[in-house]
């Protein structure tokens, strides 16, 4: 398939995903039928992106980011609807003292919710306060990891400007990464593209964005030995400058 094509065909997909998840929006959030479903996309898009299939593997991240819209839908839904009965509500805003209501109630969906994400988090991560697990929940609406994904693929077909924006997009969000340290492909990604696009300004913000929070750049004589090999524009220098370390 050319790549025109394809660009084609993941744009019509795009929106005919969309349209549907819109459509569906107003209905009551249905419990998603398979757990972590949009790890699982996830995954499958990283999978498929490694082994160079830029058109499914965009489809997949799509997908996974639907996925968890529809996730974050349902969690938030079953959790304030729980929240809404009088005995949930003398407990005020207090998670351990919701909890054992919950329990009594048998509400054992908003149990396994508050559950997972203190075992994630720790339960000290939001203070004891139910607002806080539902904004914190509302946030994961972002998906940074798929959009890393997506970004790459546009970024590989030499759309620059949709490449930014969902990188962008990703790097805005990197405080939802599951692993911290994804946060520097995104700048990676983000400073290849402004080497590419012949943005030097950018370029070297991004790596520096990186060496600032490296404990091996942060020596004033390795910085500005690496500002240097930003500005060498010989092919390989970069690389043999990372291979020191």
Sequence with gaps: MNTNNMKKNILIFIVSVCICFFAAADEKPKKPSYPDNDIRLLRSARETFRAGSCGEALK?????????????????????????????????????????????????????IIRRYESKLSPSYFSDSASNLIEY???????????????????????????????????????????????????????DIAYLDNDKENYEADLLLILSD??????????DAMMLTIRNQKAGSMEKFFNLF
């Design 214 to 223: 490296d404990r091996y750049f942060r020596n004033v004589d390795l910085n």
């Design 137 to 191: 929940i509302r946030k994961r609406n972002a998906f940074p990891e798929a959009d890393w994904i997506i970004g790459n693929v546009y970024k590989y077909e030499g759309e620059y400007n949709l490449a930014k924006e969902y990188l962008l997009s990703a790097w805005r969000n990197a405080p939802l990464l599951d692993v911290s340290d994804e946060q520097y492909d995104i700048l990676y990604s983000l400073a």
């Design 60 to 112: 997949l991240a799509v997908q996974a980011e639907i996925e968890r819209k529809k996730q974050v839908a349902w969690e938030i839904y079953t959790l304030q609807n729980s929240f809404k009965s009088s005995e949930v509500k003398k407990a005020a805003d207090v998670l351990s003292a919701i909890i054992p209501v919950l329990e009594k109630r048998q509400e054992y969906d908003s149990l396994e």
